[in-house]
């Protein structure tokens, strides 16, 4: 079986001297949270359809975006299929930016690492967060 493609953004910004991060919550059950991602379309690069999902999904564009650290790729099965995303980890530029929900999510929140972690249950999402981490400590984003 062919792997699935896909592509997201895991977009943070700073609020009240506190960093936290953008999760969508899903229309449909299990109604799980969520960075902002989706398939790739036939010949789009990975990081072209994480801003086009990211556009599609909760209205932020390219340009109130900067990406910094390496893309992280996660691996997993679903609905029976080898499914890999790549993520780059983004900080929302624009503070005039605003989020606009797309009909595939209810909700959405900015959550601070512990409650993202939390949130995110599923263990990929808890690499990816900390892979973010990471990136944010050798940044100095992060103490």
Known sequence: MAEVRAA?????QIV???IVFLLLQSAFSPFHWT????????????MDAAFRETEEE?????????????PVPIRYVAN???????????KLVDPKATVKLSDEHMNYKWADIAEAKKLIAHD????????????????KLLS
């Open 8 to 12: 997201g953004l895991l977009i943070h």
């Open 16 to 18: 009240e001297k506190k």
């Open 35 to 46: 960075p902002p991602k989706g398939h790739l379309e036939k010949n789009e690069s990975e």
């Open 58 to 70: 909760c209205g932020i564009k390219r340009h109130q975006l900067k990406l910094f650290g390496d």
């Open 80 to 90: 029976g299929a080898p499914k890999l995303v790549t993520y780059w980890c983004a």
């Open 124 to 139: 990929t999402g808890q690499i990816l967060l900390t892979k973010c981490e990471e990136f944010m400590r050798r940044e």
